[in-house]
Structures are given as structure tokens and as C-alpha cells.
């Protein structure tokens, strides 16, 4: 990947990078299209695939991730994409696996609440890779999904205090027909549970609601979400957050304001947000 990319850069050739964790959809795909109109038709578009060790919890899903190369390839070369970069773990993290690897990256600030709060280590092990990949990939302008809005958040906020010579760009969730944030993860979900699952989308439908007249108070909104997801049998509210987009602080649920959740499906773990 490294000699491609220098061959690349040395033909003054524009890189874009949409890095994953496989098992591709539609809001991948989404980004891939991005990324494309971002680099134009002689750029390069690179997709990275690798379930990331270090962002799963011991007790996460890493083991049952989703993963089937043979489609995400088919997918990629469909969607137009030049190049997969697909690594493993030793050449990720060499020493790893005999516990002789310690360089990390942390983000001290964005990262600390949402999702940071409900997953410990997740995102030191997001901006370790996000770094890596930066470093090996060197794309021009690398595209991440507005689903994963802190993610995002952080990354950017990881790019510009590092330094990383490169634009990052957030495209909009793409959803299913029935509101359902696409993600790798609703494979898990059983026919049952998928209908449930609904149930986040329209939490947020609820919350935009609430707050078209003059806003709500967030306490009484947060008891409200939750009596809405408590109404699905399986579902169980990990957390709902409302706060700036960019900042991430705290703020009272009004337009403009960023809602977030969490919610158990059964044992599968979804999250989504819009700006309310
Ligand atoms: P993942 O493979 O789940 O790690 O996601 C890789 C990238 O795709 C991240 O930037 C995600 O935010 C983005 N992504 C995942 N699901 C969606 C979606 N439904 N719509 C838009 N982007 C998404």
C-alpha cells in the first residue's frame, strides 16, 4: 500500500480514503461515492477493511464481527473503488498478540463521553488505527459517516491536532426504508428484534417533535425516550445525549441541537443520531 501510494503521489494523483470495518452497505458505499466526487475521475479511491482489535472491549463483539471479503470486493469494484487496502493484524499491530506493541493515540476531550463513557477503551483504539491508516494510506481527503457522529468528531479534532495533511469530509447515515440506520451490525438482529429496532429512529422523530416549539427540558425528554424504548420488549437505552454538534458539550434539546443514542437490541448494541 505504501509503494502504491508513493507511486501515486509522485504522479501528482489525488487519494481518497474511505476506511471500514467490512462487511459492506449502502452508507459505505455512500461514502465511497463521496469520496469519488471529492478526488474526481483520476483520482484514486482507497477503502481500508480491518476490524480493529484495539476498539473492541474484551467483552465486544470482535470474534463474531460480520466479514465476508469475497462480497465486500464485489461491492467495491461495482462502486468504482481502485484500491482495497486489507491488513492483518501482525502488520497492524506487529508484536502485538505477544504483548510487545505500545504506541497509542488518544484524544483527551471529545472522546470522553457518549460512547467513550459507555466503552472505555473504543476510542483510543479508533484514533490508534484511524492514525495508522493516515500514515500508510496518506489520502488527500478521507471520508468518514455521520452515524457515527462523535467518531467523526473526534477524528477530526485527531487530524487537526496532529497535524495530518488531509481534509476530512462526513457524509450524511444512509438509512433503510423504515428509518433504520444501515449498519454492519443489524445482521444480528432477529425479525423480531429488527422491527424493534425501529425504535431508535423514531425516538428521534419524537425528540424533533418536542422541541419545534420553543424546545424541551432535556430530563423530562430523556424520561420520555426512554418510556418509548422501554415499550419494545428486547429494547434496553444504553444512553440519549443532547448537545453541540461541533463541541460535543452538553445542550438543552432544541433545533439545532444534536441527539444521540444508544440502544440494546436483545444482546446487539445500536447507536444513531440527527440534528434535531
Ligand atoms: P464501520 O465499518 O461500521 O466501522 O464504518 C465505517 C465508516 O462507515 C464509518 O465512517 C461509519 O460512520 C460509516 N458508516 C457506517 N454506517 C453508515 C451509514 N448507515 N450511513 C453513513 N455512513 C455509515
Not at 428484534?193 to 423530562?220: D, H, M, N, Y
Not at 426512554?226 to 461541533?246: K, N
Amino acid at each position: 500500500m505504501q509503494r502504491q501510494v508513493r507511486r501515486w503521489r509522485r504522479e501528482g494523483v489525488r487519494v481518497g480514503f474511505v476506511p471500514t470495518m467490512g462487511y459492506l452497505h449502502d452508507g459505505h458505499l455512500g461514502l465511497v461515492r463521496r469520496a469519488r466526487r471529492l478526488v474526481g475521475p483520476n483520482g484514486q479511491v482507497v477503502v481500508s477493511i480491518y476490524v480493529n482489535p484495539t476498539q473492541f472491549s474484551a467483552t465486544e463483539d470482535l470474534s463474531k464481527y460480520p466479514r465476508d471479503l469475497t462480497r465486500d470486493k464485489t461491492l467495491c469494484a461495482a462502486a468504482g473503488v481502485d484500491a482495497i487496502f486489507f491488513p492483518d493484524d501482525k502488520q497492524m499491530y506487529p508484536g502485538r498478540a505477544e504483548g510487545d506493541y505500545s504506541t497509542y493515540v488518544v484524544e483527551e476531550r471529545l472522546s470522553q463521553g457518549m460512547e467513550g463513557a459507555a466503552r472505555r477503551t473504543h476510542f483510543r483504539g479508533v484514533t490508534t488505527v484511524v492514525a495508522k491508516l493516515f500514515n500508510i494510506v496518506q489520502p488527500d481527503v478521507a471520508v468518514f459517516g455521520a452515524k457515527d457522529w462523535q467518531q467523526a468528531a473526534v477524528i477530526r479534532r485527531m487530524t487537526t491536532d496532529l497535524n495530518f495533511p488531509l481534509r476530512v469530509v462526513v457524509a450524511p447515515t444512509q438509512r433503510e426504508r423504515d428509518g433504520l440506520a444501515m449498519s454492519s451490525r443489524n445482521v444480528y438482529l432477529s425479525s423480531d428484534e429488527r422491527r424493534q429496532a425501529t425504535v431508535l429512529r423514531r425516538s428521534i422523530q419524537f425528540a424533533r417533535r418536542a422541541v419545534s416549539g420553543k424546545g424541551a427540558s432535556a430530563s423530562r425528554l430523556k424520561m420520555q425516550i426512554a418510556r418509548l424504548i422501554s415499550l419494545e420488549p428486547t429494547a434496553r437505552l444504553d444512553y440519549v445525549e443532547f448537545f453541540d454538534p461541533d463541541t460535543l458539550l452538553p445542550m438543552a434539546p432544541r433545533r439545532g441541537a444534536q441527539m444521540a443514542l444508544a440502544v440494546f437490541i436483545g444482546k446487539t448494541r445500536l447507536i444513531d443520531n440527527e440534528r434535531l
